[in-house]
């Protein structure tokens, strides 16, 4: 710990900021201020995006401040000691600067009929929209978070989630994800086991994660007949643990659809071609109006089916910088679909890159391959009609390719140029090829240009508005590095791994050391600051959440209130509140008894007598964090025995009435007591 706040990171993003700033002694807690952008004066926000982490045997605090405007911002964070900001031990950052998100694609077209209104609970310019529900979900909490669904509360996220479906409500919810969230205990019941989130006939719904580390682990998230849906800064590992059959991010029937900077790693290991996993980003049943942007595939499988079989449109989908690195095919797959793919970073992808099937049209235009198999495949068609694709039974589809950077692509026919013209190996050939190669961007593709099943392109591209510009289009080299800054969670995310091209551009085999590193995957995150049931809106400092304080340990998957870590001897008792001068402790007492309440005299030791005791109810809590081992003892009242307090994964079952001393050695880690059974009072808790 330090005398006063030292900042020890601190940067812009995507109409995001972060700060990972020391300890300080002493502090309960940190308020921390922004200012710039659409606050005139430095405002407060939500104590839920401040966390305590630790690294190795550092421990550090990180605050993140989410749905700001673009701009120059400020910040500041004060520590609160004995309940009082001490701004002599602020510490503050200036010159901050906050970009927006790119928010281009056919979910900002004027065909999806929102008057280019983002998808999800934020408006175009980053903020929050005045009404929207803000959800702040935890491992620790995720059946015990808290949210008002047109008028009724609702506890646990499949609840909410099933709330927003029968109540079809079109007010906007925020689900804000913190730290690893496993897929246990997170199944909505109408939806397929293997959703760690589902949401059926909702509206206005963004699920995204907070800081670099948020992940959901063993599960996805599912949307079904919804509107106006957005999934951001999320990691993906393991999804399809429940069933196989499972997706780690679905649509069915959804419209108004963003996916963006998201980390989608390996999903749970199956047979036959889901060793992988199943899909990464998988539309089906007339998703529409999508634009999928900015993700980073860590190896994926198959990368994103778009479209079965049920398509009864063109459905516009866009897909723009994403890094499909060393991923093996489906980038997309597309079936019936006019889809426009457009600046991605095809990185070492040993089966194929864009493929169109089933008289679906593709305009793939400045993205940049680098050693993608085969670039582009048409089912049926030239490739693919040499038996060296990877499609077989469907008609085919037409792909209009246009300024792309190729090499080392492996088979690539064009109907209209030969050798060496963009990535060509073959000779042109106008009745078997794989795309058309435009000369320029507007050019129509005459309909005597078919697949080899007779499908002629519908030439959407130059009919339709694309959500995107001519000049907001990236050449492929400019592309690239946009999206290896951007692709993927804020700041890249808290997982690295470097590929070796010399296997991996090749080799579709689930690589098994990158595979061992993400099963074992855990958050550094120790604790939340702060849970707690607000109020609705659109403004920092102003939320929805559950109670948090009601998990374990870290080491079981809970969290507990952020405290300065436990060194040398540490108590806390209670006058009518709490009474802990080291901010070793963070404490949610609803209530209080005297001594005389429960028919004693209260405890007596060591020439001080304690006489209030905190009531221990189902939601009471007190949280802290241990650096190194030490034994907790508790002195407690109950009226009977066999009354049992949870002490992170332990149990402490009462044996005697009146006030008892109880006793544990706890390893490093971080706890939280509750209660489990029976009524129970705290008189004092010390820890040496």
Known sequence: TTDGVQVLKCAGDQESLY??????????????????????????????????????????????????????YELKIVPVISGSEVSSKQGTVS????????????????????????PGAYNNDGTLKSNA???????????????????????????????IKTKKTTDPYAIRIIGKVDYE?????????????????????????????????????????????????????????????????????????????????????????????????????????????????????????????????????????NWFDHSDSRHPRVRTMSVHVYNNYYDGNAKYGVGAAKDSNVFVEANYF??????????QSGTDALGDGTFSGETGGVIKAYNNHIEGATSLIYANAGIGTQGATKAANASSFDAYLATTRNEIVADTYKSGTGHSYNNFDTKVDLGVTED?????????????????????????????????????????????????????????????????????????????????????????????????????????????????FTANIGSYKKAS???????????????????????????????????????MACKASGNKLNVGSSKIETTATGITKYELNLNAGSYTISKNSGELYIFLIVIE
């Not at 300080?24 to 940190?30: E, F, K, M």
């Open 19 to 72: 700060a990972e700033f020391s300890p300080v002694t002493n502090a309960d807690s940190y308020n921390v201020y922004v200012k710039g952008g659409q606050y005139n004066d430095f405002t407060k926000i939500d104590g839920q995006l401040v966390r305590l982490y630790k690294d190795g045997n550092n421990y550090y605090h990180r605050a993140d401040a989410v749905g700001l405007k673009k701009g120059t």
């Open 95 to 118: 010159d901050i600067a906050v970009v927006s998100y790119d928010r281009t694609g056919f979910a900002f077209s004027s065909i999806a009929g929102k008057n280019g209104a983002a």
């Open 133 to 163: 529900h803000v959800i702040y979900l935890t491992n620790s909490n995720k059946s015990t978070v808290k949210a008002t669904v047109a008028g009724t509360e609702y506890t646990g996220i499949a609840e909410i989630t099933g709330a």
């Open 185 to 321: 205990g997170t199944v909505c019941s109408d939806m397929s086991k293997w959703y760690a989130m589902g949401c059926k006939e909702g509206s206005n719904i963004t699920v995204e994660g907070i800081g670099s580390d948020a992940t959901m682990y063993g599960g996805g998230v599912g949307f079904n007949k919804c509107t106006s849906v957005e999934v951001r800064n999320l990691g993906f590992i393991e999804w399809g643990k429940g069933n196989s059959d499972s997706d780690a991010v679905q649509f069915q029937g959804t419209e108004h659809v963003w996916v963006h900077d998201n980390d989608i790693f390996y999903g749970h290991k199956a047979s036959g071609d889901q060793a992988k996993g199943d899909g990464s980003v998988d539309l089906k049943d007339d998703t529409k109006y999508m634009t999928v942007a900015y993700n980073h595939f860590w190896d994926s499988g198959k990368m994103s089916l778009c479209g079965m079989k049920s398509e009864s449109g063109e459905n516009y989908i866009s897909y723009h910088h």
């Open 370 to 379: 680098r050693n993608c198999k085969d670039p582009m495949l048409s089912s």
């Open 472 to 584: 907001q289009i990236q050449t492929p080299e400019a592309a690239k590095e946009t999206t290896m800054k951007y692709a993927g969670r804020v700041a890249g995310g808290d997982f690295t791994y470097t590929f070796d091209n010399s296997t991996a551009d090749t080799s579709y085999a689930i690589d098994n050391n990158l595979s061992a590193l993400l099963i074992a995957y855990t958050s550094k995150l120790v604790s939340v600051q702060e849970i707690g049931t607000q109020t609705q809106g659109g403004s920092q400092g102003s939320t929805e959440g559950g109670n948090e304080n009601t998990g374990g340990n870290e080491n079981t998957g809970g969290e507990s209130g952020t405290t300065t870590p436990v060194t040398g001897t540490q108590s806390i008792y209670f006058n009518g509140s709490k009474v802990n001068q080291t901010g070793a």
């Open 597 to 635: 309440d429960l028919g004693g005299t209260g405890l007596s030791l060591d020439g001080t007598t304690y006489d209030v005791a905190a009531k221990f109810d189902s939601s009471a809590s007190i949280s802290f964090t241990l650096s190194s081992s030490a034994k907790i003892t508790i002195y």
